[in-house]
């Protein structure tokens, strides 16, 4: 049962648009989300976060909303470019306890030139 | 400063036999997490680490599968008599430990059970 769902597996945007990755949990208890970036043979990285006390939070070209009523976040990248082409990862947690990071399946952001 | 490093960065081995896979954590991060990732799946956690007692397990799938970081920085994800299922890539991340930072990756061990 998928705590965490990412329900587009690909996306596609030209470059200068804005990318907009969105994602869904089931878990109420969670208070903790994360985005996380991937590249071919490497680790996920980290990317951005947000507590459920809040309902948005921005670091540069990148914004993270969260509707906790609709259990739904989303990732907001503006202006897009080549460069962020990779797979997004959404992760949720349960802060004070262990932290671990439940993710959802990924999306994969192709920006075209 | 140095991230997180696993080694090998690749292990090939056959059905049955024994394997371990190595982490090396950002210094001072006091807690370390074992993640697996099979092909089209997000990362599944295993375990966790805080300083040197697995603080929870949950994720691991069976008895087979036992991690160790015995003087509270390296740890080892050992796994016995391995199976064809159990091939994926097996992921690392360390944190300060505190609640609220963030979780750093390494690049992973390729693990392939033939």
């Known amino acids: 049962d998928q705590q965490v769902k990412q329900n587009s597996p690909s996306l596609s945007v030209q470059e200068g648009r804005i990318s907009i990755l969105n994602c869904d949990y089931t878990?109420?208890?969670?208070?903790?989300f994360l985005w996380y970036k991937k590249y071919p043979a490497e680790g996920p990285t980290f990317l951005i976060s947000?507590?459920?006390?809040?309902d948005k939070n921005e670091d540069g070209r990148f914004t993270v909303f969260l509707n906790k009523s609709a259990k739904h976040l989303s990732l907001h990248i503006v202006p897009s470019q080549p460069g962020d082409s990779a797979v997004y990862f959404c992760a949720a947690s349960v802060r004070g306890g262990s932290e671990k990071l439940v993710f959802g399946k990924g999306t994969k952001l192709t920006v075209n030139p | 400063g140095a991230g997180v490093s696993q080694t090998p960065s690749n292990k090939v081995t056959e059905k049955g036999k024994y394997v371990e896979l190595r982490c090396d954590p950002i210094?001072?991060?006091?807690?370390l997490y074992w993640y697996r990732q099979s092909l089209g799946q997000g990362p599944e956690f295993l375990i966790y680490f805080q300083g040197t007692g697995a603080a929870d397990d949950s994720g691991l799938p069976n008895d087979r599968f036992f991690a160790v970081r015995p003087e509270g920085s390296v740890s080892t994800l050992k796994i016995q008599r391995t199976e064809r299922g159990d091939s994926a890539v097996y992921l690392c991340?360390?944190?300060?430990?505190?609640?609220?930072?963030?979780?750093?990756f390494g690049p992973g061990t390729r693990l392939t059970v033939t």
């Open positions: 991340a360390s944190s300060l430990g505190l609640t609220g930072y963030e979780q750093y």
């Open positions: 947000i507590s459920s006390i809040k």
């Open positions: 878990n109420s208890m969670f208070d903790y």
């Open positions: 210094s001072g991060h006091t807690a």
